[in-house]
């Protein structure tokens, strides 16, 4: 462990003290790996949220403290990039290509229907942490576009009902 308990601010240890486990130990990992490195940071916090799924601040408490960089440099870091989920954590991901491809082919439709089914905007999850949605620049799905992803699982050519659909399913 990289963290020296006496040295540490009560506060956050009780941030760490709320981690699992098993995740902890995949972000202690990362942290002795990427020690030092330029692009530790980027590399990290990637790391940390495959592991948690979002970025929970005693995560990120955690990075800092490890790759040894300002708590106001990470924090930064992780609410400029909007691919990096401070809010958290979601039970399920819905994410809509919004891109030119899909576009043409309705997606348009497809964010009308997730805003209105799941009553929040994109980059919101809902209140009682069934879904995250977000629209994405693209899913790799370009030719069975409109596109969408839940839970990383693609689906092609959806139309707005069959979206209603599989939002209502999501527990
Ligand atoms: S443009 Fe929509 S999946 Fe690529």
């Given at each position: 462990m990289p963290f020296d308990k006496d040295e540490i601010l009560p506060q956050v240890q009780t941030l760490f003290d709320a981690l699992e486990p098993k995740k902890l130990q995949e972000l202690d990992h990362a942290i002795a790996r990427w020690k030092g490195k330029p692009t530790a940071l980027m590399q990290?916090?990637?790391?940390?949220?495959?592991?948690f799924t979002w970025l929970p601040e005693g995560a990120l408490e955690?990075?800092?403290?490890?790759?040894?960089l300002p708590r106001?440099?990470?924090?930064?870091?992780?609410?400029?990039?909007?691919?990096?989920?401070?809010?958290?954590?979601?039970?399920?991901?819905?994410?809509?290509?919004?891109s030119i491809s899909c576009h043409l082919r309705g997606a348009g439709e497809l964010i009308e229907a997730a805003q209105q089914e799941l009553g929040i905007e994109p980059g919101k999850i809902t209140k009682d942490g069934r879904?995250?949605?977000?629209?994405?620049s693209c899913l790799g799905q370009c030719d069975g576009g409109p596109a969408v992803s839940i839970n990383d699982e693609p689906h092609h050519e959806v139309a707005p009902e069959d979206l209603r659909k599989l939002i209502k399913a999501l527990k």
């Open positions: 990290v916090m990637h790391v940390a949220q495959e592991a955690r990075i800092a403290r490890g790759l040894d106001a440099q990470v924090f930064g870091f992780a609410t400029f990039y909007d691919h990096f989920y401070t809010d958290g954590p979601a039970r399920n991901t819905l994410r809509v290509c919004k879904v995250r949605f977000e629209c994405v």
